[in-house]
């Protein structure tokens, strides 16, 4: 396409009028428009002009190069080619250069090499952290049961006291007790390969938690495969040292359809005639610690026993009253055997809230009732497999005697309240619930005070 259109006389500057049309001989090829193409020698800028303009001098409106029309008509010139010019200039500039470096560098030393910067210290997250790191370990250390790692990371007198241990607390013992506390079942039985600080102030502060992430191991079918349980972790710094103080599951793993959590616990439902339970720390024979104590009363008959289970333990519960007493004659047999009539976990929970009625009518003043409640105490160890720390013999502080005795009995009330109605699933669990003897006085029934 022509870059200009027809140029006349008057866009044409400082150009003559030509002698004529041109020659019909040889000229440039006219097109169809009637008019001659011509190009800028200087730029190669196309214009298209009348034929009778060939003579004029034309100026051209890029590079202002004035040219005779006629001496590119029918021509097309290309675009000039600086390349040389460039080439020339390049090898003239790096001729100078050279030479004035070479001016100044004289006698001078060389220079010394630019100075690195030193490397930057590794930046840490709350996952990639070396605390994170150290109670991963600590976590695989319980799991395989490495004692060097769990005395080496453990604050062991803290896990002591988490378990409920009493002081002094035997280090060695808590490091056994890791392995079959309920607490660290599933770091015991899944695997940790991760976790996170709870923030960054974690990352240096002197204490700290965080959150281990356990997930099954390979082909475990208890557990889904893309589960993970969450486990929380408290720590002190020892030095560098994280030394773990406690810890709990706070997310448990999702087990597969159909296969039992060992740690699942069932649904509890409460018994409605007893108050619930309250927290109590005690001091006995056994130390310090905490109980649970409902505030006794009167408790009527199990609801589901039938007419002749409510009959029978009225009877076992008179029996076991009437061996309690001072002057009467074979007491062992008489408490051996009103239990023996009580055998299956139906007649158990039909007599167990007898025995704790009468527990209740004994309440009042426990150290005049001693003997009858201690026999009521032994009746429910024997019937749940239970037991509370009952204290018989009398010391030198009846006060004293009167405040953990009366705890006693509140402790039973506590546990009846939790199991009246899912007593199979504790009975199920204990370790032995042996009967007593058939025949022959029980060797360590309860005396009658010296007058």
Same mark, same amino acid.
């Given at each position: 396409?022509?870059?200009?259109?027809?140029?006349?006389?008057?866009?044409?500057?400082?150009?003559?009028?030509?002698?004529?049309?041109?020659?019909?001989?040889?000229?440039?090829?006219?097109?169809?428009?009637?008019?001659?193409?011509?190009?800028?020698?200087?730029?190669?800028?196309?214009?298209?002009?009348?034929?009778?303009?060939?003579?004029?001098?034309?100026?051209?409106?890029?590079?202002?190069?004035?040219?005779?029309?006629?001496?590119?008509?029918?021509?097309?010139?290309?675009?000039?080619?600086?390349?040389?010019?460039?080439?020339?200039?390049?090898?003239?500039?790096? &001729? +100078? %250069?050279? !030479?004035?470096?070479?001016?100044?560098?004289?006698?001078?030393?060389?220079? $010394?090499?630019?100075?690195? #910067?030193?490397?930057?210290?590794?930046?840490?997250?709350?996952?990639?952290?070396?605390?994170?790191?150290?109670?991963?370990?600590?976590?695989?250390?319980?799991?395989?049961?490495?004692?060097?790692?769990?005395?080496?990371?453990?604050?062991?007198?803290?896990?002591?006291?988490?378990?409920?241990?009493?002081?002094?607390?035997?280090?060695?013992?808590?490091?056994?007790?890791?392995?079959?506390?309920?607490?660290?079942?599933?770091?015991?039985?899944?695997?940790?390969?991760?976790?996170?600080?709870?923030?960054?102030?974690?990352?240096?502060?002197?204490?700290?938690?965080?959150?281990?992430?356990?997930?099954?191991?390979?082909?475990?079918?208890?557990?889904?495969?893309?589960?993970?349980?969450?486990?929380?972790?408290?720590?002190?710094?020892?030095?560098?040292? &994280? +030394? %773990?103080? !406690?810890?709990?599951?706070?997310?448990?793993?999702?087990?597969?359809?159909? $296969?039992?959590?060992?740690? #699942?616990?069932?649904?509890?439902?409460?018994?409605?005639?007893?108050?619930?339970?309250?927290?109590?720390?005690?001091?006995?024979?056994?130390?310090?610690?905490?109980?649970?104590?409902?505030?006794?009363?009167?408790?009527?008959?199990?609801?589901?026993?039938?007419?002749?289970?409510?009959?029978?333990?009225?009877?076992?519960?008179?029996?076991?009253?009437?061996?309690?007493?001072?002057?009467?004659?074979?007491?062992?047999?008489?408490?051996?055997?009103?239990?023996?009539?009580?055998?299956?976990?139906?007649?158990?929970?039909?007599?167990?809230?007898?025995?704790?009625?009468?527990?209740?009518?004994?309440?009042?003043?426990?150290?005049?009732?001693?003997?009858?409640?201690?026999?009521?105490?032994?009746?429910?160890?024997?019937?749940?497999?239970?037991?509370?720390?009952?204290?018989?013999?009398?010391?030198?502080?009846?006060?004293?005697?009167?405040?953990?005795?009366?705890?006693?009995?509140?402790?039973?009330?506590?546990?009846?309240?939790?199991?009246?109605?899912?007593?199979?699933?504790?009975?199920?669990?204990?370790?032995?619930?042996?009967?007593?003897?058939?025949?022959?006085?029980?060797?360590?029934?309860?005396?009658?005070?010296?007058?």
């Amino acid at each position: 396409m022509a870059r200009r259109d027809t140029r006349s006389s008057s866009s044409a500057r400082g150009g003559s009028s030509s002698k004529g049309a041109a020659t019909k001989d040889a000229g440039p090829r006219v097109g169809r428009d009637g008019k001659v193409e011509i190009s800028c020698p200087q730029c190669a800028a196309q214009y298209r002009i009348a034929p009778d303009k060939l003579d004029t001098k034309i100026e051209c409106a890029d590079c202002h190069r004035v040219f005779f029309a006629k001496t590119t008509a029918g021509k097309r010139v290309a675009a000039p080619d600086y390349t040389k010019a460039y080439i020339g200039f390049g090898l003239v500039a790096l &001729v +100078l %250069v050279g !030479g004035i470096l070479l001016m100044n560098s004289g006698d001078k030393p060389p220079a $010394k090499p630019p100075v690195q #910067a030193a490397a930057k210290a590794p930046e840490f997250n709350v996952g990639s952290h070396p605390r994170t790191a150290q109670l991963i370990k600590w976590a695989q250390g319980v799991a395989s049961d490495n004692r060097l790692v769990l005395k080496t990371h453990s604050d062991l007198q803290a896990l002591g006291r988490m378990f409920g241990m009493t002081p002094p607390i035997d280090e060695e013992a808590v490091v056994q007790e890791l392995q079959k506390n309920e607490a660290s079942y599933y770091l015991r039985q899944l695997v940790c390969d991760s976790g996170a600080l709870a923030g960054d102030a974690a990352m240096t502060a002197d204490t700290g938690s965080a959150v281990l992430f356990v997930t099954p191991k390979s082909g475990d079918e208890l557990w889904k495969k893309n589960t993970r349980a969450e486990i929380e972790v408290t720590f002190k710094m020892d030095g560098t040292q &994280v +030394l %773990v103080t !406690g810890f709990k599951t706070t997310l448990p793993p999702v087990r597969n359809a159909g $296969k039992a959590d060992p740690l #699942a616990k069932p649904k509890f439902v409460v018994n409605q005639d007893i108050a619930k339970p309250e927290a109590a720390t005690i001091t006995d024979s056994a130390g310090t610690r905490t109980v649970r104590e409902s505030k006794p009363a009167a408790v009527p008959h199990y609801g589901k026993a039938t007419p002749e289970q409510q009959k029978m333990a009225d009877e076992v519960v008179a029996a076991i009253l009437q061996s309690a007493e001072p002057e009467v004659e074979g007491a062992g047999r008489i408490f051996n055997r009103a239990l023996q009539r009580v055998q299956s976990i139906d007649e158990r929970k039909a007599t167990v809230p007898r025995v704790l009625n009468a527990m209740f009518e004994q309440y009042a003043d426990v150290n005049a009732n001693n003997l009858k409640l201690s026999q009521l105490n032994r009746s429910l160890v024997t019937l749940t497999g239970f037991a509370v720390n009952y204290q018989i013999e009398n010391s030198s502080d009846p006060q004293k005697d009167k405040v953990a005795r009366e705890s006693c009995v509140r402790q039973w009330f506590a546990f009846w309240y939790k199991y009246s109605e899912n007593f199979a699933e504790f009975f199920e669990s204990g370790e032995s619930f042996d009967m007593p003897a058939a025949d022959g006085d029980q060797k360590d029934a309860p005396k009658a005070p010296a007058k």
